[in-house]
């Protein structure tokens, strides 16, 4: 880079004298063994087909030196483009250039894509963020989520690893001694930014599309937390994004969870093989947006596969939306006369069927059967359907509200109810009340003054199927998902919805069709695994519920990945607790995180732990982390934060 650091790259070249286009994928996680598995399903696939292929670990990463203050920081920002400009200009590239990821690799795929240089001509991003306030594992409207402290506590441990010292010689303790002693913690700086100002805009590119200058592929799952990037970017520039939403969670879709999985290496390779080998000036022929219409599944904590078709639509200008008002009598299909004022019940044990935030990759964390959270909510039901209502986009409920206090939460639920009762999670909406719609600034608030306001969930693709019903619930928590609001955990009439003017909103393009063409199936690739894998048992999951307490808690036992090649192996292992004590409106989360590394050269620990408690209206953040090579202590941090609830 400009400034001296060596960003650390395994390359992948393909057979022959080139010149060939670049392909990179540039992020935090461990290339010599965190995902060193996941890079060898990708990269020498591509490599194989003529593209010279690089995976980068980011500055402050793995084997690269430098340090990481935070996701996205201005160091990253511009080492992504150092890096496409290094690449166009080496003899063995044609100049053209593509760039991909997962996740944050995902994200910074679209961060380079904003007012991008002429070198980078495409890219794909999947399971990204294009909004980091609303779409990403910290907040949800305005909402803090208990994500965002697994994240916390999962981060500084991936970076205060050890870099190979088979890749970077003998200067890895030096590497690794500046890495620790200057190991951030930017859990504080998530939960210091409240609001979606300029910390959260830097890097969102829903707020620069106008800007966004190379085609981009944008993935996505219905299971994942990530899921409106793919949706929002084709919707606002169709004119150089395609997306593409699986029914799975944050995977690449030759992995997807729950299926049926895609072969993302073949569609990949169609991309490239547009824009980076041919003079391509227009966008390949395909449909703007491919998705997996979701029909009725019955609730369980895992689906190898779930219902549905896929669709295809190139149209959003014309949208319609079917729309349903509440009232005495549930959800009707026309406005009533009535204005009823109705309680929205505040418990915390609203939230106990709500699986996981996002589909991570850990055994099961679906959604359950929402009876249970229904009946702890206010609902709205419609009268069985007469005939099939497609959802595709976001719903939206819009209504006034009253409320006691201004630091209030309410959580929006829309299921679909079968003849039999079950109740199916479709999408769902945490909302802070004390932020306006835009989430930037304090919304108006007198005690009891009715305030109108919008809900926008975040986008599905969902057949309500004729007969059944479609269930709007409506509570004022929703733990353990979301971290709760100040406030007695169980009180009846915190919140007040106001019927008169509120309504439901469901969108979907004025044309779809059925997928015109194929999708390929998934590949198991590499035909040879470089690597094994050993897992002291399943994820196990446990939870108690009463009038006193709420508790539920998951453990992933030791996960072993060994690979022979390189005589590395990595273990990992987590715990969570998620406790909330509704006697004293008391809530508590706690994590242990542990890592495991050993190379020929020896062995590194590293530990992290965090507990985060909510009590007497503030938050107190205590995080510990430890770190040893061969049984010597490297590195011993600890962190305490007290924050207003």
């Known amino acids: 880079m400009p400034d001296g650091v060596r960003l650390a790259a395994r390359i992948w070249r393909p057979a022959g004298a080139g010149p060939f286009p670049a392909l990179f994928e540039i992020i935090p996680y461990r290339k010599s063994d965190m995902v060193r598995a996941r890079d060898e399903r990708n990269h020498p696939f591509f490599a194989a087909h003529g593209y010279v292929c690089l995976r980068i670990d980011m500055r402050g990463s793995g084997d690269s030196e430098g340090v990481m203050p935070d996701m996205y920081s201005a160091d990253e920002l511009a080492d992504t483009r150092h890096v496409i400009a290094y690449l166009a200009a080496q003899d063995w590239c044609n100049g053209r250039v593509g760039m991909f990821g997962t996740s944050w690799g995902g994200t910074a795929s679209l961060q380079a894509a904003v007012d991008a240089p002429a070198a980078l001509k495409a890219v794909i991003a999947n399971c990204a963020t294009a909004n980091r306030f609303e779409d990403d594992i910290h907040w949800q409207g305005g909402a803090l989520l208990t994500d965002s402290f697994e994240w916390g506590a999962t981060l500084p441990a991936i970076l205060a690893a050890p870099p190979d010292a088979a890749t970077v010689g003998d200067d890895w303790q030096r590497m690794w001694r500046a890495r620790l002693d200057n190991l951030a913690f930017p859990l504080d700086n998530w939960i210091r930014h409240r609001r979606r100002g300029a910390y959260w805009r830097r890097g969102s590119v829903q707020f620069d599309a106008a800007r966004l200058a190379c085609p981009i592929l944008a993935i996505g799952g219905w299971s994942d937390r990530y899921s409106n990037a793919a949706f929002e970017l084709v919707q606002s520039r169709p004119d150089i994004c395609h997306g593409i939403i699986g029914p799975w969670g944050h995977h690449y879709p030759d992995h997807g969870a729950p299926g049926p999985a895609l072969g993302f290496q073949q569609v990949a390779l169609a991309w490239w093989e547009h824009w980076l080998k041919d003079d391509a000036n227009a966008s390949p022929d395909w449909p703007r947006l491919r998705l997996w219409r979701r029909e009725f599944d019955r609730p369980q904590n895992r689906l190898d596969s779930r219902n549905g078709a896929w669709i295809e639509t190139d149209d959003f200008a014309a949208a319609h939306a079917v729309r349903f008002y509440p009232g ?19 418990d915390w044990r609203h939230g106990a069927c709500a699986g996981d935030t996002g589909y991570f990759g850990r ?4 959604p359950l059967e929402q009876s249970a959270d229904d009946a702890r909510a206010l609902c709205f039901d419609s009268a069985p359907l007469a005939e099939d209502i497609d959802l595709i986009g976001c719903a939206e409920f819009v209504c006034d509200i009253a409320r006691e206090q201004a630091d209030a939460q309410l959580v929006c639920r829309l299921c679909e109810l079968s003849a039999s009762g079950e109740s199916l999670l479709v999408a769902r909406q945490a909302r802070h009340l004390a932020l306006d719609d835009a989430l930037e600034s304090d919304a108006a608030f007198a005690v009891g003054a009715p305030v109108r306001v919008c809900i926008r969930l975040p986008a599905a693709a969902y057949r309500f199927s004729k007969g059944k019903r479609v269930r709007l619930a409506i509570g004022a928590s929703y733990w353990p998902l979301v971290w709760p609001s100040p406030g007695p955990a169980m009180a009846p009439a915190a919140i007040r919805v106001l019927t008169r003017h509120a309504r439901l909103s469901l969108p979907r393009p004025s044309r779809i069709a059925k997928l015109s063409a194929p999708l ?25 519920l009463d009038d006193a307490r709420s508790v539920s808690s998951w453990r992933q036992p030791r996960v072993t990945y060994r690979y022979p090649d390189t005589g590395i192996t990595i273990s990992l292992a987590t715990t969570a607790r998620y406790e909330a004590d509704l006697k004293k409106s008391a809530a508590t989360y706690s994590i242990d995180h542990a890592i495991t590394i050993t190379r020929p050269d020896g062995k590194a620990a590293i530990r992290s732990k965090l507990t985060a408690e909510s009590k007497n209206r503030e938050m107190k953040v205590a995080a510990k982390l430890t770190v040893k ?3 010597t202590n490297m590195a011993e941090k600890t962190w305490r934060f007290v924050y207003p609830a």
């Open 328 to 346: 005495a009598g549930g959800l009707s299909e026309h406005p009533g006369d009535e204005a009823l004022t109705v309680a929205v019940p505040r």
């Open 363 to 366: 055994d099961g964390g679906l």
């Open 520 to 544: 390929p199936a998934a590949m198991d690739l590499p035909a040879r695994k470089p690597w094994t894998v050993e897992t002291e048992g399943p994820l196990q999951r446990e939870q108690q």
């Open 629 to 631: 090579w061969n049984e």
